[in-house]
């Protein structure tokens, strides 16, 4: 469509008026291209906009005077203007375009030109398909415009027709229709991608993390009370099991003979601990109307507090152990990464950081020194390098989404340099794998909306190639032969 307006565009601008636009007279060519045909009844018009009819001919017969003058009737009906019938000379023929335009689109959206109601098969499936584009009212009113049945009430010229549909192609308001305060909260995303997928991002992330409560009768308040209080238990239980870890490990430490046994022991207790608080976040997730009662108002305070305990007994463990193994590392950046989403709820951006930082940098410092103090399997060193790069991407999504774009870019850029060569090499295992490669994908694409931001939209179109590139090598991994 755009095409169709950017020819007749160009036509006007040169004082050409083509008079029979129709679905028919537009050809798609095998590469996309777009071409107008017939233009045997197209009409020059002189410009300086005179009504003198004399000054109105055919292209190719300037000596006829029979063909300077208005020609009623003609054009195809359901895609020519109602004045067309009349004969049109002047801007009229210009807007006699403008309304064929506007037939046009009407076409594409229900299959038939304005003023026709018959239905024709796969209608309805049609009409189902349209409900479902965000802003679809805004581009019928654009083609509700262009078909005005008074010449006066179009678009005045073919560029405002084309500014509209780019404007809605972009997700912008267009002129032809006001948009409300819901609509505009709607298109909000598409104009936003990379904001709104961090926003996104940030709400999964502290659902899961049990930000909020829900009940099945908010009015039963004994009920609530008894739901509360199971959960409370849990906590009290995962707080338990944390300080049995920690005593565990000083038994471990002071009887160097049990050391061996004891540590299994500590990674159980642990792993049971880091278990229990999942369980007990995702309980909370299920539940979001409790948090709503004032009782409980604080308790994602204590979640999150709960949370940096677990974090620190994890953090604790991992410096004492010479050979950590890869799913101890997983664990770390899995409460990593719900710790900062709590530390996001309240409020707390600095300290999310912090904790990230945390992380990032002890698993950066053991990469770097394990030849000398730490041992380290390749299968830990490759999960270390994911882990900081998606660590890092997430970093990079939170300034995105708070506006931050000067450091959002180099938090994406290291995400790329810490997880590409992992994809490359192919060495981790399956599922290691695809949330590497749909990790490299979302850097990329962070990178290619930093670059939109600033102007610079060669490189942002390169950047998101590279993402829908590694997209499509992710889904060939998981495909069957």
């Keep these: 469509m755009v095409d169709i307006l950017d020819t007749i565009a160009y036509a006007h601008s040169q004082n050409i008026a083509h008079r029979d636009l129709k679905p028919s007279n537009i050809l798609i060519g095998p590469y996309g291209e777009t071409l107008i045909a017939d233009w045997g009844l197209a009409r020059k018009i002189h410009p300086s906009n005179t009504t003198d009819e004399s000054l109105y001919y055919r292209i190719g017969s300037e000596s006829n005077h029979e063909d300077s003058l208005p020609t009623p009737g003609i054009g195809t009906p359901g895609y020519a203007a109602p004045e067309s019938a009349l004969g049109t000379t002047g801007d009229k023929l210009r807007s006699g375009d403008i ?278 399997s390749d299968a830990t060193k490759e999960i270390m390098h994911l882990k900081i790069g998606q660590l890092r991407l997430l970093q990079g999504s939170l300034a995105m989404g708070q506006g931050k774009f000067q450091e959002a870019r180099p938090r994406f850029d290291e995400a790329i340099r810490e997880i590409q060569p992992l994809v490359e090499n192919g060495r981790l295992n399956p599922d290691d794998l695809k949330s590497a490669s749909l990790s490299l994908a979302e850097a990329w694409s962070g990178a290619s909306m930093h670059e939109v931001y600033h102007g610079q939209l060669s490189e942002a179109k390169r950047l998101q190639q590279k993402a829908l590139d590694q997209i499509g090598a992710s889904r060939a991994t998981v495909l069957p032969p």
């Design 99 to 376: 309304y064929s335009l506007g037939a046009i689109l009407c076409c594409i959206l229900r299959n038939q030109p304005p003023g026709r109601h018959e239905r024709h098969p796969g209608d309805t499936h049609r009409e189902i398909v349209l409900a479902n584009i965000p802003g679809i009212l805004s581009l019928e009113a654009i083609a509700q415009k262009a078909t005005a049945i008074d010449w006066a009430d179009r678009y005045e010229t073919v560029d405002r027709f084309r500014s509209d549909v780019l404007n809605w192609i972009a997700g912008e308001p267009v002129t032809a229709r006001p948009e409300s305060w819901w609509e505009k909260a709607i298109r909000w995303p598409s104009r936003h991608r990379t904001m709104a997928t961090g926003l996104a991002t940030g709400l999964a992330i502290t659902l899961i993390g049990g930000a909020s409560f829900m009940v099945f009768q908010s009015q039963q308040k004994q009920l609530v009370i008894e739901q509360a209080s199971r959960l409370e238990l849990a906590l009290d239980d995962s707080s338990r099991l944390l300080k049995e870890t920690q005593k565990a490990n000083e038994i471990a430490e002071s009887r160097r003979v049990e050391a061996v046994n004891n540590r299994q022991l500590a990674e159980r207790r642990e792993s049971l601990a880091f278990e229990g608080l999942l369980k007990f976040q995702d309980l909370l997730a299920t539940n979001q109307e409790i948090f709503q009662s004032p009782e409980f108002g604080k308790l994602d305070e204590t979640l999150s507090n709960q949370s940096k305990k677990m974090f620190e007994a994890i953090f604790k463990d991992l410096k004492e152990d010479s050979s950590p193994s890869p799913s101890l590392i997983s664990r770390l950046a899995h409460v990593t990464r719900r710790l900062a989403a709590m530390d996001l709820s309240l409020n707390k951006h600095s300290q999310s950081n912090e904790h990230i930082d945390q992380a990032c940098n002890w698993m950066q410092q053991s990469l770097e020194t394990s030849s000398n103090h730490v041992q380290l």
